[in-house]
């Protein structure tokens, strides 16, 4: 678990009000196509504030309400992200969920991130009937941005739309002066390059760098393969089954299918797969993360990938 995950859990096992990033919700039903407006509107709301949380089971001081948060937890960010979608016409997928514990009850913790390039705005209206009720109500209108005031997500004002852009442009000259840095401090007869990273650690230095087989591709130093793709087959699975449920557990032979089915090989994805000189193939992290993601997705993944493979055998 990250130090951000963390920090997020215990912030919600603490909190004893809500404010401008932090939102207690009584209960949440995923299946109610009726509570997913209110929610969708806190989402954008803390999205354009900066980011925030939403912590479901709780009421406005932090007591659990002790309801069962099963099926939020085992709600997919992507959900999330594609009923904002439905409202906005934004991709936008900073979501984690967690679990937190408070007062021996369990609560779900909703992180949302910042959205930084511009502020969300509602594209269609956020209409719903309240089970029970007849009458039609409106969380939000085609149109609005919504920005947190304190414990509020409200229409936005010309000082949230300004505070916006006074951090958007704070980024952007953090990032001019950084690269201007750069630029001076090089030594004597270097070459500067542009390289897009997908991930970087504490200091802003890549973690992961994506790898080619093209041989007019500049060469920026040697990898150490056994950094790069640490792990063999055997070791592979072992690591899959340490991420899957107790009923996802895998054998090499559904690697091999996986292999197989989707043409994953050194030539074709230098990222997942590497051939040494001698011995047995040996793969990423990312290669594990790909098969993970995918079997999120659709939890049939592996059973699938055997037919697949049984059917080009």
């Not at 009937?129 to 920005?147: H, L, N």
């Not at 093209?214 to 089954?241: C, I, K, S, W």
């Amino acid at each position: 678990m990250s130090t951000t995950s963390r920090l997020n859990i215990r912030r919600a096992e603490s909190a004893v009000r809500e404010s401008k990033t932090l939102d207690f919700k009584r209960s949440f039903d995923p299946g109610n196509k009726a509570e997913w407006p209110e929610l969708i509107k806190d989402f954008v709301a803390l999205a354009n504030s900066g980011g925030g949380l939403i912590v479901i089971g709780a009421l406005n001081d932090g007591t659990p309400t002790q309801i069962d948060v099963a099926a939020v937890l085992n709600l997919d960010s992507a959900t999330i992200a594609d009923k904002l979608e439905s409202y906005t016409g934004v991709h936008f997928g900073d979501f984690d969920i967690a679990e937190a514990t408070r007062d021996g009850h369990t609560l779900a913790v909703i992180a949302v991130g910042a959205i930084t390039d511009a502020p969300i705005a509602f594209t269609a209206p956020g209409t719903y009937i309240p089970p029970g009720e007849a009458k039609q109500k409106t969380a939000f209108s085609k149109g609005t941005v919504y920005f947190r005031h304190g414990a509020k997500s409200d229409p936005a004002t010309t000082a949230d739309l300004r505070a916006f852009i006074d951090r958007r442009v704070e980024a952007v000259r953090k990032q001019w002066l950084a690269r201007v840095r750069q630029v001076v401090e090089a030594p004597p007869g270097a070459e500067l390059a542009v390289i897009r990273t997908r991930a970087t650690d504490a200091v802003g230095s890549p973690t992961e760098i994506r790898l080619t087989d093209d041989p007019g591709a500049p060469v920026y130093g040697r990898l150490d393969p056994n950094q790069t793709h640490p792990f063999r087959q055997t070791e592979l699975v072992a690591e899959m089954n340490k991420r899957l449920p107790a009923g996802g557990h895998i054998n090499a032979y559904d690697v091999q299918c996986v292999r197989g089915a989707h043409k994953i090989a050194a030539k074709t994805h230098p990222d997942y797969a590497y051939q040494p000189t001698y011995g047995s193939q040996q793969y990423s992290s990312a290669f594990a993360n790909w098969m993970f993601e995918q079997y999120q997705r659709d939890q049939a993944f592996f059973l699938k990938a055997r037919e697949r493979y049984a059917g080009r055998a």
